[in-house]
Nanobody
Framework: QVRLVESGGGFVQPGGSLRLSCAAS????????MGWYRQAPDRGREPVAT???????YYSDSLKGRFTISRDNGKNIAFLQMNSLKPEDTAVYSC?????????????WGQGTQVIVSS
């Protein structure tokens, strides 16, 4: 059974940085896309960043230049480096991996990690 587990969240002051990790366990193959999403208490879930197998990245316009998505291919881990954090970045951050095997697309989600940005 595939599981995604996020880590690295926590409390940080405005202007600070955090690095989130998302590690996959179990039999997961052919990851086509790794992504990070976030959901604040008063908002719906929104995409943050995506990294495809060929290295193409996508970032939410409001986050460009502050957040960086990367991966460790050998260990099926995705990272999200978050710099210059703002109070409005406070949210639960979740990762999502999309695989393609035998003609079937599957998406896996982690449970999320809380990020609180406050002075």
């Amino acid at each position: 059974q595939v599981r995604l587990v996020e880590s690295g969240g926590g409390f940080v002051q405005p202007g600070g940085s955090l690095r989130l990790s998302c590690a996959a366990s179990g039999s997961i193959f052919n990851i086509q896309k790794m992504g990070w999403y976030r959901q604040a208490p008063d908002r719906g879930r929104e995409p943050v960043a995506t990294l495809t197998e060929d290295g193409t990245t996508y970032y939410s316009d409001s986050l460009k230049g502050r957040f960086t998505i990367s991966r460790d291919n050998g260990k099926n881990i995705a990272f999200l480096q978050m710099n210059s954090l703002k109070p409005e970045d406070t949210a639960v951050y979740s990762c999502r991996f999309v695989t393609f095997n035998g003609g079937a697309v599957r998406a896996y989600w982690g449970q999320g990690t809380q990020v609180i940005v406050s002075s």
